[in-house]
């Protein structure tokens, strides 16, 4: 079983930065897929950025070129830099693992940008 717990939401004013970390446990392997989506109330949930086990990353198209994701010193961390954030940025930021067929989600973590 895998587990996943996220951190560093909170509340930020537009223009702001905030941090993401998620850190997983239990039967880590190699070649996993780690990601962030998010869910803002009302919308359906949407991938915010994501990493491979090789480093290959992707982004939402509303978020490229503020947010960076990145892999942790530690083998099964992941990080998302959020800059330049903006109210739209408001939603629940979830972790998500892929590892062979299965997908593991975290429970989120809020994030809430004021204007």
């Known amino acids: 079983q895998v587990q996943l717990v996220e951190s560093g939401g909170g509340l930020v004013q537009a223009g702001g930065s905030l941090r993401l970390s998620c850190s997983a446990s239990g039967s880590i392997f190699s070649g996993n897929a780690m990601a962030w989506y998010r869910q803002a109330p009302g919308k359906q949930r949407e991938l915010v950025a994501r990493?491979?086990?090789?480093?290959?990353?992707n982004y939402g198209d509303s978020v490229e070129g503020r947010f960076t994701i990145s892999r942790g010193n530690a083998k099964n961390t992941v990080h998302l830099q959020m800059n330049s954030l903006k109210p739209e940025d408001t939603a629940v930021y979830y972790c998500?693992?892929?590892?062979?067929?299965?997908?593991?989600w975290g429970k989120g973590t809020l994030v809430t940008v004021s204007s």
């Open positions: 990493i491979t086990s090789t480093g290959s990353k």
């Open positions: 998500y693992l892929r590892q062979y067929s299965d997908n593991y």
